[in-house]
């Protein structure tokens, strides 16, 4: 796929923000951002629950230039959510990253937009304080931002990226175990390409509060593989039965695949995935033994596993050597799976689906058993306190006489995390007769509430209605009407209104009003 083209010429430019106790450097930052020679859209700022005085600052700021939205998360989410919902929230046609402590050169938006061309993303570089000469910049700059390299390694920063908004409303969302920058520019390179700007724009400040000392602080002294880099046999080892690292490296081996600039790179996540060794397939029809009794040799099949093997491989040996099995012959039907037990989500999350693979199974039983059996029931299951996505094999629960194929299914139970919007939604009057019209004061109120990050962007103001009847308020007796949702979307809860009530008026008009 490819991220649809928008001419930088006449585009819309977002800059996202996120702050997190960042007065120290904030106003250096903000200043060099209003400053840009290239005209800001908007500056929207994402503030995560600061407890210095970032949001006062910015509230300074915002007073001064219209263009800066601020808006508070109602709890913590960290920076990689914090810049995920950030960047849902852009309006404009292409997305600049900031940092909360750089300093932007006055022309850094100027020289993105000429450089990004037909890109999905565009990256400059940047000097920190710890350069003393440009031999030092030029040793750190980032030579070689193709897929293949990005495989292994983060290496471009978010705070140096310009994005076009339609490649960011094409990627899946990410989680915690994938840093947002590199997984920004992993989904360039699959959507349209990355684009270097070979100049020095950002001044980068790395210091031991920011936001990604601290992740490396706290994460990397528990040793945990929160990034599936490989290093060294025995981590790839390890990290390779992580389903971070399965579902990171199989959404790039589905996305490039067809993409001949990206086939090297597709080959590599192909071997590193273990999809070219395939399974040898037996077919029952070639071994009917007596009385239904099989036995199948390792000498069978043995080329076959070996033609799947580098010339240099030496097969040592195959274990069972003899395969053997008792089958009967009997009716078949294929039947639902259906779970049986509980699982149930941790505080701030929500099961959001319940994914069964397969979702049906065939019972093989004697025609009169077979009948009796409607639906296939897996084992008892207790998951509790879940707070991320729980991939399970489930074996299906035995019953005399029936054999289910396959004899487990894959559940999946997807868990998203809930985060708060507000919309602005209008009041509409409903069944009013001729020359009859409502006003309300407020016209619109603000809708808040929680929904899955998930389904962040999916949820607008055109799924919530306010319809208020000509009926109920002539049965009111005042002129105060409590304002009530008629309808409410699906994964929405928590919901608040304000104002919970508003003043209203029912117009006369003329007859050609609206005309």
């Given at each position: 796929?490819?991220?649809?083209?928008?001419s930088p010429?006449?585009s819309?430019?977002?800059v996202?923000?996120?702050?997190y106790?960042?007065e120290?450097f904030?106003?250096?930052?903000?200043d060099?951002i209003?400053?840009?020679s290239?005209?800001?859209?908007?500056?929207?700022?994402?503030?995560?629950?600061?407890?210095?005085?970032t949001?006062?600052?910015?509230?300074?700021?915002?007073?001064r230039?219209?263009?800066?939205?601020?808006h508070?998360n109602e709890?913590?989410?960290g920076?990689?959510?914090?810049?995920h919902?950030?960047l849902?929230?852009?309006?404009?046609?292409f997305?600049?990253?900031s940092?909360?402590?750089?300093?932007w050169?006055?022309?850094k938006?100027k020289e993105m937009?000429?450089?990004?061309?037909?890109k999905a993303?565009?990256?400059?570089?940047?000097?920190?304080?710890?350069?003393?000469?440009i031999?030092?910049?030029?040793?750190?700059?980032?030579?070689?931002?193709?897929?293949?390299?990005?495989?292994?390694?983060?290496?471009v920063?978010g705070?140096?990226m310009?994005?076009?908004?339609?490649?960011i409303?094409q990627?899946?969302?990410?989680?915690?175990?994938v840093?947002?920058?590199?997984?920004?520019?992993i989904?360039?390179?699959l959507?349209?390409?990355?684009?270097?700007?070979?100049?020095?724009?950002?001044?980068?400040?790395?210091?031991?509060?920011?936001?990604?000392s601290?992740?490396?602080q706290k994460?990397?002294k528990?040793?945990?593989p929160?990034?599936?880099?490989?290093?060294?046999?025995?981590?790839?080892?390890a990290?390779r039965?992580k389903?971070?690292?399965?579902?990171?490296?199989r959404?790039?081996?589905?996305?490039s695949?067809?993409?001949k600039?990206?086939?090297?790179?597709?080959?590599?996540?192909?071997?590193?995935?273990?999809?070219?060794?395939?399974?040898?397939?037996l077919?029952?029809?070639d071994?009917?033994?007596?009385?239904n009794?099989?036995?199948?040799?390792?000498?069978?099949?043995?080329k076959?596993?070996?033609?799947?093997?580098n010339v240099?491989?030496?097969?040592?040996?195959?274990?069972?050597?003899?395969?053997?099995?008792?089958?009967?012959?009997?009716d078949?039907?294929?039947?639902?799976?259906?779970l049986?037990?509980?699982?149930s989500?941790?505080?701030?999350?929500y099961?959001?689906?319940?994914?069964c693979t397969?979702?049906?199974?065939?019972?093989?039983?004697p025609?009169?058993?077979?009948d009796?059996?409607?639906i296939a029931?897996?084992?008892?299951?207790?998951?509790?306190d879940?707070?991320?996505?729980?991939?399970?094999?489930?074996?299906?629960?035995?019953?005399k006489?029936?054999?289910?194929?396959?004899?487990?299914?894959?559940?999946?139970?997807?868990?998203?995390?809930?985060?708060?919007k507000?919309?602005?939604?209008?009041?509409?009057?409903v069944?009013?007769?001729?020359?009859?019209?409502?006003?309300?004061?407020?016209?619109k109120?603000?809708?808040?509430?929680?929904?899955?990050?998930?389904?962040?962007?999916?949820?607008?103001?055109?799924?919530?209605?306010?319809?208020v009847?000509?009926?109920?308020?002539?049965k009111?007796?005042?002129?105060?009407y409590?304002?009530?949702?008629?309808?409410?979307?699906?994964?929405?809860?928590?919901?608040?209104?304000?104002?919970?009530?508003?003043?209203f008026?029912?117009?006369?008009?003329?007859p050609?009003?609206?005309?």
């Open positions: 796929m490819t991220a649809s083209p928008t010429s006449f819309l430019v977002s996202v923000m996120c702050t106790n960042g120290q904030l106003r250096e930052q903000l060099s209003v400053q840009q290239y005209p800001i859209h908007e500056l929207l700022i994402q503030d995560d629950q600061s407890t210095d005085r949001t006062k600052i910015i509230k300074e700021y915002q007073a230039y219209p263009f800066i939205r601020l508070i709890k913590n989410l920076f990689n959510a914090n810049f919902t950030a849902c929230s852009a309006t404009g046609d997305i600049s990253i940092d909360q402590d750089d300093v050169h006055p022309d938006l937009m000429a450089c990004i061309g037909d993303m565009c990256f400059s570089f940047s000097a920190t304080p710890q350069d003393h000469s031999a030092d910049i030029e040793r750190r700059l980032n030579n070689n931002e193709s897929l293949e390299r990005l495989l292994f390694s983060n290496c920063p705070h140096s310009l994005l076009r908004r339609s490649m409303e990627i899946p969302f990410w989680d915690d175990n840093l947002y920058d590199w997984w920004l520019a989904n360039a390179q959507y349209g390409g990355v684009a270097r700007c070979n100049k020095i724009l950002t001044n980068h400040r790395v210091h031991q509060e920011s936001a990604m601290l992740f490396y994460n990397y528990k040793a945990k929160y990034l599936p880099y490989l290093k060294g046999y025995q981590s790839y080892r990290l039965k389903e971070s690292w399965q579902k990171f490296y959404h790039i081996y589905r996305e695949n067809g993409q600039e990206l086939n090297t790179a597709h080959r590599i996540v192909d071997a590193m995935l273990g999809k070219s060794f395939f399974p040898v397939n077919s029952f029809s071994y009917k033994g007596q009385n009794h099989v036995k199948i040799f390792a000498s069978e099949f043995e076959r596993l070996l033609n799947q093997l240099s491989t030496k097969l040592l040996s195959v274990k069972p050597d003899t395969l053997e099995y008792i089958y009967s012959t009997g078949s039907k294929l039947v639902p799976v259906k049986q037990g509980t699982v989500a941790g505080r701030q999350y099961i959001s689906d319940t994914i397969p979702d049906s199974v065939l019972a093989y039983a025609a009169g058993v077979l009796t059996i409607t029931y897996t084992q008892k299951v207790k998951f509790e879940v707070s991320d996505t729980l991939k399970r094999q489930i074996p299906l629960l035995a019953q006489g029936v054999k289910f194929v396959p004899a487990s299914v894959e559940m999946i139970f997807p868990v998203d995390i809930y985060t708060e507000t919309v602005e939604v209008p009041l509409r009057g069944n009013f007769p001729a020359g009859k019209v409502l006003r309300a004061f407020p016209s109120v603000n809708v808040t509430f929680q929904v899955g990050l998930s389904h962040f962007r999916q949820i607008t103001a055109s799924d919530f209605h306010i319809n009847s000509y009926e109920e308020l002539l009111l007796g005042s002129d105060k409590t304002v009530k949702l008629r309808s409410v979307p699906k994964g929405v809860n928590q919901i608040r209104i304000s104002p919970e009530q508003v003043d008026l029912i117009e006369q008009v003329s050609d009003y609206g005309n």
